[in-house]
């Protein structure tokens, strides 16, 4: 194994509250490359259907024996979620260091995703003193009632490679605050960040069996998530096809998904903006993750009037840019996640390009099948290129020009997507006005935030359902119980 790290003493699926290596199905195995180079970082031993339903068991068992042990008490879950937090502190830099050596995203980058994934398991640690039991102060039928904040059942958890740790920390702490043992899958580019943090869970002694991991054969590890009857709650961040998959697999067992899919993001800059904060804020938005984030601007619309100082400003930004690998303390933008990915990149910027469209910073797509991808910057972009069609998931800024707000409300609500868009005005009432008509889940007024741990943050329309951060991110995985009662003496058992 190439990569060496303290916290990856073990690299297999967990099961049951130990690492296990082989029961019986693993037919391949999977090989972890470091983007910026292709070396090989890791071979690890996959998993299948059999080690999935020994995990699923594991879950449930623990389930069982949680409702009579004081490890489902909310000061325990509470105390679990502070002490993995702390873990993610206590672990920042080589944590940090394992994504960006499978990912590719720059280290600083990589620090503030293990920072932003403790976040969640603190706000959950918050949102736990919230799930104690709600007596009714009104006594219908004379009765009195009372409400249960209940663990839904076993959880499936697959997550994406783009934020290997934060997209697992949205779930997991979720999860882990409402009492519900999970089953992790990690994407199979990025299983390493997820085995270094199961080697911490371990370390904190969880109850066997309340957290599991397996990774290997996707779709019969999402299969077996999806028909075993003990898991309730599939809780998948990826893309719109698999999302569709899964949402058709659990159907017949009546599961509750919560489902974070691709986006299409609209970055709206009016006439009244303003220009730097507008064009800072984009470079944040656009170059995290060198764009393949699901909140990234994707479809930049900026109004006539302020369309050459913007492009100005954003282009001087892109100019400084740093392209290298995610360890070399220079980089700024760090590599594609693999070659098909810089195909893809490639493929819409040279069809925009055959369409009209003018590079301002970078190359046309011809050139640009290397996984260390320029930053680009077309002008010039229409409505009906494939560019503005599909999520780009890359370091390409792909700039329209629009007049009038109910024209860039049409062309930003025309996309399939409603995860995240932006809007940028001087003028309160009008950015409020284009944001409520906006069909988005997530909308920045000057500013080009992605989500917080502290807010519900999830998709409209094929961006999928479900929300995650917050209050609203633990009920997810919270089942509602109302038991009325019979006040008085009731029979003596
Ligand atoms: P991307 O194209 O960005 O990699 P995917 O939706 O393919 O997005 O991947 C997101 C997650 O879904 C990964 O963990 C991946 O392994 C997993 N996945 C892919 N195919 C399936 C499937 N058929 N069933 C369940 N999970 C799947």
């Given at each position: ?103 590719g995203k720059?280290?600083?980058e ?52 783009n ?100 986006g299409n993001a609209?970055f ?14 984009l470079m944040a938005s656009k170059f995290r993750c060198s764009g393949q984030t699901c909140v990234s601007a994707n479809?930049v ?17 892109m100019?400084?840019l740093?392209l ?9 933008l760090g590599p594609l996640i693999?070659?098909?990915a810089a195909?893809k990149v490639?493929?819409l910027v ?12 970078g ?10 991808y320029a930053p680009t910057l ?9 560019i503005?069609?599909e999520e780009i998931f890359g370091p390409v800024v792909a ?49 080009g ?45």
């Open positions: 194994m190439a990569i060496s790290s303290p916290l990856l003493r073990h690299v297999s699926a967990y099961v049951d509250g130990a690492f296990v290596v082989d029961v019986g199905d693993a037919a391949d195995s999977v090989v972890v490359r470091n983007p910026a180079d292709d070396d090989v970082l890791a071979t690890l031993p996959a998993s299948g259907a059999a080690t999935t339903t020994l995990a699923i068991e594991a879950a449930a068992k623990a389930l069982a024996s949680s409702s009579s042990s004081s490890s489902s008490s909310l000061s325990a879950r509470k105390a679990t979620l502070l002490a993995i937090a702390k873990a993610h502190d206590d672990h920042v830099d080589e944590l940090a260091r394992i994504i960006t050596l499978e990912n720059p280290f600083a990589a620090k503030g995703e293990v920072v932003y994934a403790a976040g969640f398991y603190r706000v959950a640690a918050d949102v736990v003193d919230g799930l104690a039991p709600r007596l009714l102060e009104a006594r219908p039928k004379g009765l009195s009632w009372t409400v249960y904040a209940r663990p839904a059942g076993v959880v499936g958890v697959i997550t994406p490679w934020f290997p740790l934060a997209m697992l920390a949205k779930k997991l702490s979720g999860a882990i605050a409402a009492g519900a043992p999970v089953v992790v899958k990690p994407a199979e580019k990025t299983p390493l960040s997820t085995l270094a943090l199961f080697h911490l869970l371990h370390e904190l002694g969880l109850p066997k069996g309340s957290v599991n991991l397996v990774f290997g054969d996707a779709a019969a590890i999402g299969q077996t998530l999806c028909e075993h009857p003990d898991v309730r709650v599939i809780s998948f961040t990826g893309s719109t096809r698999v999302g569709k998959l899964l949402a058709a697999q659990a159907a017949p067992h009546l599961k509750r998904l919560s489902l974070e899919l691709g609209p709206i800059v009016c006439d009244d903006a303003d220009v730097a904060l507008a064009a800072d804020e479809r619309y900026v109004a006539r009037a302020v369309h050459d100082a913007f492009v100005d400003a954003v282009g001087t930004r100019r400084l740093q290298g690998p995610g360890l070399a303390p220079e980089t700024t693999d070659d098909q195909q490639s493929r040279a069809d925009a390009v055959d369409g009209g469209a003018v590079v301002v910073v190359h046309g797509g011809a050139d640009g099948v290397a996984r260390m077309l002008t010039g972009v229409r409505d009906d290129m494939a503005v069609h700039v329209s020009v629009f007049d009038g707000d109910h024209d860039v409300v049409a062309r930003a609500n025309a996309s399939a997507a409603g995860l995240a868009a932006y809007v940028f005005s001087a003028d309160a009432a009008r950015a409020d006005a284009i944001a409520g008509a906006l069909r988005f889940g997530h909308v920045g007024i000057n500013t935030t992605g989500p917080t741990p502290e807010a519900p943050f999830g998709g409209m329309k094929a961006s999928g359902y479900g929300r995650e951060g917050g209050h609203e991110g633990v009920m997810e995985f919270v089942e509602l119980q109302t038991i009325p009662q019979r006040p008085g003496p009731g029979p003596n058992l």
